[in-house]
């Protein structure tokens, strides 16, 4: 089984600030990893995924990962907030091999805060 | 859109009552997940299923259930309640494929359990 580990339980930054949300996982030979949001009162949604290909990955509000395999991590990362990005972020990973049907692997969660 | 229903947002049983919890998806999805979710301890797997009646455990089973009769109806089940199940039980749904296919949620059932 994968397992995800997220460093941070809670970052606050100012308005404008950069920000970087930081994610490792257990190696494998091949991982598909995800990041959601999960915004006050609502479910999970899809932010940005790395399949394969490229390692800087772009997603929706601004945001952005990079794969490093040799460091099995994936942070997120956006270079300025507002305050509208306050919510809980998660990794997840999939065990790319197909084994496990689609089943995700989710880390503990971040909460960003973003303060004016 | 696509969608991922959840039958109640707020619920409060009594320990010992059998509750029920519904998702319905209108994606004609394959793969279909019950997570908890506790402040902390992030999303937990308690059960999943690939098919109609087929279901798999995940990390924590212990103390549910699952329902599958149609495709588009994933029931969870707790046959008898307990103060530790009280949680935010989170729906989601899948294409299928190999595990690249993206989750769609539902927006979480808030279980208290007095």
């Known amino acids: 089984a994968q397992s995800v580990t997220q460093l941070d339980s809670q970052v606050p930054v100012f308005e404008e600030a950069p920000v970087e949300l930081r994610c490792n996982y257990s190696?494998?030979?091949?991982?598909?990893l995800f990041w959601y949001v999960q915004y006050p009162n609502q479910g999970l949604q899809l932010l940005l995924k790395?399949?394969?290909?490229?390692?800087l990955v772009k997603g929706i509000n601004g945001f952005e990962a990079e794969f490093n395999k040799s460091q099995t991590s994936f942070h997120l990362r956006k270079p300025s907030v507002h305050i509208s990005d306050t919510a809980e972020y998660f990794c997840?990973?999939?065990?790319?091999?197909?084994?496990?049907?689609?089943?995700?692997?989710f880390g503990r969660g971040t909460q960003l805060t973003v303060w004016p | 859109d696509v969608k991922v229903t959840q039958s109640s947002r707020y619920l409060v049983k009594r320990t010992g009552e059998k509750v029920f919890l519904e998702c319905v998806q209108d994606?004609?999805?394959?793969?279909m997940f019950w997570y908890r979710q506790d402040p902390g301890l992030g999303l937990r797997l308690i059960y999943f299923?690939?098919?109609?009646?087929?279901?798999e455990k995940g990390d924590i089973p212990e103390g549910y259930s699952v329902s599958r009769e149609k495709k588009e109806r994933f029931s969870l089940i707790l046959e008898s309640a307990s103060t530790n199940q009280t949680s935010m039980y989170l729906c989601?749904?899948?294409?299928?494929?190999?595990?690249?296919?993206?989750?769609?949620f539902g927006s979480g059932t808030q279980l208290s359990v007095l």
């Open positions: 299923s690939y098919d109609v009646k087929m279901k």
């Open positions: 190696s494998s030979v091949s991982v598909y």
């Open positions: 790395y399949l394969s290909g490229s390692t």
């Open positions: 997840a990973v999939s065990d790319g091999g197909g084994s496990t049907l689609g089943r995700l692997y």
């Open positions: 994606m004609d999805h394959e793969n």
């Open positions: 989601a749904s899948s294409l299928g494929g190999q595990g690249d296919e993206k989750l769609f």
